[in-house]
């Protein structure tokens, strides 16, 4: 059974650090095809920072130069500092692996992800206070 646990999460001041954990257990961690996504109440969900099929790292705009997804394989874990944290990071974050067909996925509260990826963790919250 593939699990993802992430941890990590909590409330912090802008300008604050938070290093996001993701323990994957079920399939072979190699690094690749798993990322970070996070999802505000009410907005779509938006991948934060990944590693692609192939490797690449990618990440979202908003968050280059403040955030850094790494892995350790021989802990199969994925991690995602931030750094300089602002209100506008507030979301749950969710660790995910693995792409398949698109579709559109619940989310915990009740929003949906439109998305690809087929295994996701339970989510873990950031919340930043101005």
């Known amino acids: 059974e593939v699990q993802l646990v992430e941890s990590g999460g909590g409330s912090v001041q802008a300008g604050g650090s938070l290093r996001l954990s993701c323990a994957a257990s079920?399939?072979?961690?190699?690094?690749?095809?798993m990322g970070w996504y996070r999802q505000a109440p009410g907005n779509e969900c938006e991948l934060v920072s990944q590693?692609?099929?192939?490797?690449?790292?990618y990440y979202l705009n908003s968050v280059k130069g403040r955030f850094t997804i790494s892995q350790d394989s021989a802990e199969n874990t994925m991690y995602l500092q931030m750094h300089s944290l602002t209100p506008g990071d507030t979301a749950v974050y969710y660790c995910?692996?693995?792409?398949?067909?698109?579709?559109?996925?619940?989310?915990?509260?009740?929003?949906?992800?439109?998305?690809?990826?087929?295994?996701w963790g339970q989510g873990t919250q950031v919340t930043v206070s101005s």
């Open positions: 590693f692609s099929d192939t490797g690449e790292v």
């Open positions: 995910a692996a693995r792409t398949g067909r698109p579709y559109r996925r619940r989310m915990r509260g009740g929003d949906y992800c439109n998305t690809a990826r087929l295994y």
């Open positions: 079920g399939f072979t961690f190699d690094g690749s095809d």
